[in-house]
């Protein structure tokens, strides 16, 4: 196996390996998941896998999830797809900076993402390396955010545009999750900004110690909050890749997010993501 790392940040290539030996060697797959520690996200060319070999293989980090909103393999629980075409007008939109379901209680560990179908040109998907982004920030709002939570929340996002009762029912079901804005990485100890398109609002920001009058609390917390959102917009802590079909990115969420640029229309892009389960943030 050879490893080409893409960026200073993050992302690097790997060649001369089928992901489908990985599921029954557990060598391969170790050095597969050490890799994926130390470049945040990895792309593999050529991956002729099926639908069950990469259910099989995602599930070696952990067990899969579905999404409550985007459509799942029938077949293949845990297989979410990702299918645009031009006869969707209405269901173009992709493109924000986010980490996959943090309004989950237990967002995703990470995902393999498999290229299906992708346009001749666009549709690339970008990431970036949020412990960069947090050991990169000033000191004086590493101090200001050391202790704050957010609220992640599945309503003011997917849940947006439903009708209010699906709205609703949606989070009664999926209730806005609270997460550290500076979570610590399970395996690696590293800190991680952790807020994006997801978060809403800080829950403990109006304490004596930051809000002297209500000018600190509002706008004040909302301009912090973009301010520390806007972190991953920085190229520097970026990684973009072009798409063939038969692409394979695999990606720390807890470490990363990610944009799926959305300068295709009218072509189609078809992807399939498997999802998989990780811990509470702390």
């Not at 940040?9 to 998941?33: C, K, P, Q, T, W």
């Not at 949020?130 to 101090?143: D, H, N």
């Not at 110690?209 to 000018?215: A, D, F, K, P, T």
């Amino acid at each position: 196996m050879q490893v080409k790392e893409i960026t200073c940040a993050l992302g690097a290539e790997l060649s001369g390996v089928d992901l489908a030996d990985a599921i029954r060697d557990d060598g391969l797959f170790a050095e597969i998941r050490a890799l994926l520690l130390k470049h945040r996200v990895l792309f593999l060319r050529n991956q002729q896998f099926s639908r069950a070999e990469h259910v099989a293989f995602a599930r070696r980090f952990g067990e899969l999830e579905d999404h409550p909103v985007a459509g799942s393999d029938p077949e293949h629980p845990g297989l979410v797809r990702i299918y645009k075409t031009p006869d969707q007008p209405n269901d173009r939109y992709e493109n924000a900076w986010h980490s996959d379901t943090t309004w989950r209680e237990a967002p995703q560990f990470g995902a393999v993402l498999r290229c299906v179908e992708c346009p001749p040109v666009g549709g690339d998907t970008m990431w970036a390396n949020m412990a960069l982004a947090y050991e990169r920030l000033p000191a004086y709002i590493k101090e200001q955010i050391a202790d704050l939570r957010a609220r992640h929340s599945i309503e003011a996002s997917f849940g947006a545009a439903m009708p209010i009762e699906k709205r609703l029912a949606l989070k009664a079901q999926y209730p806005d999750a609270e997460h550290p804005v500076v979570r610590t990485h399970p395996d690696t100890g590293e800190k991680i900004l952790y807020v994006n398109a997801f978060t809403t609002h800080f829950t403990n920001f109006h304490t004596p110690g930051r809000v002297r009058s209500g000018q600190d609390a509002n706008p004040g917390a909302g301009d912090l909050l973009r301010y520390l959102v806007s972190q991953a917009y920085i190229p520097e802590y970026q990684v973009r890749w072009r798409w063939e079909p038969n692409c394979v990115a695999i990606w720390d969420n807890t470490a990363t997010q990610h944009y799926a640029v959305m300068d295709y229309p009218p072509c189609h892009r078809k992807m399939e993501r498997a999802g998989i389960i990780g811990s509470k943030p702390y």
